[in-house]
């Protein structure tokens, strides 16, 4: 395994190193310093300040820290890391899903399925920062370490299948949580067994086996977009190398 000269550079490892304890420090400040407002429509309900820890958001931004941490590791000359961090298909399952959260949470935005972003006071200007931070910075990052690739090992192209295990028992759980919970929790509203129905049976009373039948090809859907994502980088990787 050739290593690239970028990847044995201790201040490119510093640097990495110093953006993934950032990455961390981030989502403890936001535990730390959680505030609960009302808000009929994106927040009607207090669940806690450890309920964001539900979402895919904060759970890719948490593997994308773990991810630079092994990387900054890696650089430094740990072996251990090395084997993770410099591992080519785990790196496209990391890189696709923090690009599908960004993908996501940006096309939500003009159709409202956001919360907008409000700078009036400290609170506030640190929850639209994260949201940024998780949605429009790190991932175009992400995409532009990964087209710097670490060794000229490529893409088990058997494997990438895989990319979609995590985010289907992820809405698997999300789905069955939200059906069984007192109060209901959704994190997502593509979740909702009324969503899709009110979208394509507006004003009819809903069906629930029938709307949970019509979530089955949204769900097979979203984990296609998974797949071929983490295939069109994969290609473009191992074209590279």
């Known amino acids: 395994m050739i290593i690239r000269p ?7 490892g510093a640097v990495l190193l110093a953006f993934s304890l950032f990455c961390f420090a981030v989502i403890i400040h936001r535990l730390s310093y959680y505030v609960y407002e009302f808000d009929p429509k994106f927040s009607p309900i207090d669940y806690g300040k450890f309920n964001i820890l539900s979402f895919f958001t904060v759970q890719s931004n948490i593997l994308v ?9 890696a650089v430094f ?8 961090a410099f591992n080519p298909t785990f790196g496209s399952f990391v890189t696709t ?3 599908v959260t960004g993908a996501v949470y940006c096309c939500g935005i003009p159709l409202g399925f956001t919360p907008p972003f ?3 006071n400290p609170n506030h ?13 790190i991932p175009p990052l992400m995409l532009i370490l990964w087209f710097i690739p670490p060794t000229d090992k490529k893409v088990n192209k058997k494997k990438i299948w895989a990319v979609g295990l995590y985010p289907l ?3 698997i ?10 109060p209901e929790f959704y994190a997502y509203p593509f979740y909702r067994p009324d969503f899709l129905w009110d979208m394509l049976f507006s004003g009819k009373p809903i069906n629930s086996a029938l709307a949970y039948l019509i979530m089955l090809p949204e769900l097979l859907i979203g984990i296609s977009l998974f797949i071929i994502i983490c295939k069109i980088l994969s290609v473009i990787r191992n074209r590279m190398v």
């Open 118 to 120: 409000k700078w009036d």
């Open 77 to 84: 000359g740990n072996k251990n890391a090395q084997r993770i």
């Open 125 to 137: 200007f640190m929850l639209s920062f994260i949201q940024v931070l998780h949605h429009m910075i």
């Open 97 to 99: 899903y923090i690009i």
């Open 169 to 171: 028992v992820y809405s």
């Open 65 to 73: 820290a773990i991810y630079l941490l092994l990387t900054s590791l």
């Open 173 to 182: 759980f999300s789905i069955i949580r939200g059906a069984v919970s007192n």
């Open 6 to 12: 970028i990847y044995k550079n201790k201040k490119f």
